[in-house]
């Protein structure tokens, strides 16, 4: 076993980019729906005006490989870290500064989301936000769907118009600014909200019948996105995490205890091992992201796997046991 590597960012951006982070997550869902790999439940614990510290995990059997991805979100910032180790042994196997693969990974859901709800001919996107995670999630749906077209909502107007510069001189699409998220998201096949919002920032009125939902703001109880008129159209409801949704989604918890049960919340990698259409008919499809140990988990092999065959990264010692002097 090669020694232990500290992995930067700047290595996982050379080394992944999105439709192999895509191809990735897929893998790992896969895997999950056949018990092969086993996620830890995101818990997290907040303080002060809002901050939160996190956590989540998996093992994947079959790789030997098992993680935890930990950060504290605050208003000062955020450094992610990824550690791997080896499912045998319980020795390291890698530290990866995280943030661009929490962006890969992120977006990767999105993407396989996108690919098996959304319409096979949607070529256009309404993105909700326009922070840290608008770029990686217009690549995500950019690499399933024949994207041309992108529209953007945020509530400053600035914020908005530099996304959509961006957006037209990374990818070449048609981006507008819009003036409000009601003008975005009208006849947008494809809808992914972004934000932190603590209110919901979408109705259902302004949205077209067989409009897929990538929601992924919204991961603590204290923040929600979708109205409460969205979730009744959904023909079919997705999660990353569903035992995550339970706990922390207050959008779900409020519609499953006014309309329905937890049963009708499918999880994403049900839905990838089957190999599952759209439903016929569906009238709103929604995945509600919430973040996931095995998303994370999946990538971060990916990562390491090609960090190893190219000799990326910096090896770092092993850690060592040492005998405690107790007097």
Do not use: Y
Request: charged share 20%.
């Amino acid at each position: 076993m090669s020694a232990p590597r500290w992995i930067a960012e700047a290595d996982v951006a050379a080394l992944l980019d999105m439709p192999a982070a895509i191809a990735a997550l897929a893998h790992g869902l896969a895997q999950e729906a056949q018990g092969a790999a086993q996620h830890m439940i995101k818990t997290h614990v907040r303080w002060g005006a809002g901050d939160t510290l996190h956590a989540v995990g998996a093992v994947f059997s079959a790789d030997g490989i098992g993680g935890t991805k930990t950060w504290a979100h605050t208003a000062g910032g955020v450094t992610p870290l990824l550690i791997l180790f080896d499912t045998a042994r319980g020795a390291l196997r890698a530290v990866i500064e995280a943030f661009a693969l929490g962006q890969l990974r992120t977006g990767a859901v999105s993407g396989v989301a996108t690919r098996v709800l959304a319409a096979v001919d949607a070529d256009e996107l309404a993105i909700i936000g326009s922070g840290r995670q608008a770029m990686a999630q217009v690549a995500a749906v950019r690499a399933v769907r024949p994207l041309r077209r992108v529209r953007v909502f945020s509530p400053t107007a600035a914020h908005r118009e530099a996304l959509a510069a961006r957006l037209h001189a990374r990818f070449g699409l048609a981006a507008e600014a819009t003036a409000s998220v009601d003008a975005a998201v009208r006849d947008a096949p494809i809808v992914t909200l972004a934000t932190r919002a603590r209110t919901p920032v979408l109705d259902a009125a302004p949205l077209a019948r067989g409009t897929h939902i990538n929601a992924i703001g919204a991961i603590t109880p204290e923040r929600a996105e979708l109205a409460a008129d969205v979730l009744p159209r959904c023909g079919l409801v997705v999660a990353d995490s569903v035992a995550a949704a339970q706990r922390l989604s207050r959008e779900l918890q409020e519609h499953v205890g006014a309309h329905g049960d937890w049963a009708a919340v499918r999880p994403l990698c049900e839905l990838v091992a089957a190999g599952a259409p759209r439903p016929p008919g569906a009238d709103l499809t929604l995945l509600k992201a919430m973040g996931s140990g095995v998303a994370d988990v999946s990538v971060g092999i990916e990562v390491l796997r090609r960090a190893e065959a190219v000799g990326r990264g910096r090896e770092i010692p092993a850690p060592q046991q040492v005998e405690i002097a107790w007097c």
